[in-house]
């Protein structure tokens, strides 16, 4: 009887160890994130040249309305939005005007939780309106956070010798829900055209 004791405490012992590992693992990983989502712009799909085949590829369509120009070749490519590039002058701008309702969607290729994301422009100028909203098919989206102005709280940084400002897209961060599609509409305002955009960046789930 008191070796069946002894055996008993010890199994006892090992279901608290594993329980406790558990435990720590899920903290751990839920630093970065909500519901235990840990998210980094170093992850795959967050920053560096995500133009390629692979993971962390990003692929982008936009209204046909329109929503950015690129400089470049006179008319779209998506691939100046995401390709690691934050001081290229020329790079893209957004289409000026009040062109509500038209809009940009990045495809992650797979469902990722995103809560925050940055986008790096010339000039400390404020651009019109807009709101986030994710999707898991692409057509049926779902509003994330309020709308806000993007430029209306840039901050400036110094990469290789170029002033660049950059304006984080903080209404993102209540956002735990993973989505393939994320899509930036403009709402209200007029964008301008004087100041090129240079690259966006996604704090992103792995």
């Known amino acids: 009887m008191a070796d069946v004791k002894a055996i008993l405490v010890i199994a006892a012992g090992d279901i608290k160890a594993v329980f406790g ?31 390629g085949a692979g993971d962390g590829q990003i692929t982008a369509t936009q209204s046909s309305s329109g929503f950015i120009y690129d400089q470049a070749t006179g008319g779209v490519f998506f691939g100046g939005l995401f390709n690691g590039t934050k001081t290229t002058t020329n790079e893209f701008y957004l289409k000026s005007g009040n062109r509500n309702d038209k809009w940009l969607r990045f495809d992650f290729g797979g469902n990722k939780v995103i809560n925050e994301a940055k986008y790096y422009q ?20 779902t509003d994330i956070g309020g709308t806000f102005q993007i430029g209306s709280s840039n901050v400036s940084q110094v990469i290789d010798d170029v002033t660049v400002y950059v304006y984080t897209f903080a209404t993102l961060s209540a956002n735990t829900t993973a989505y393939r599609y994320y899509r930036l509409t403009q ?20």
């Open 122 to 141: 010339q000039n400390d100028q404020a651009q019109a309106t807009f709101q986030w909203a994710g999707s898991t098919d692409g057509s049926d989206f």
């Open 21 to 51: 590992t558990v435990k720590t693992d899920i903290k751990k990983v839920g630093s970065g994130g909500g519901l235990g989502i840990a998210t980094s712009y170093d992850n795959d799909g967050g920053s560096g040249d995500r133009t």
């Open 187 to 206: 709402v209200s305002g007029a964008s301008v055209t004087s100041s090129h955009g240079f690259e966006f960046e996604f704090k992103i789930s792995g």
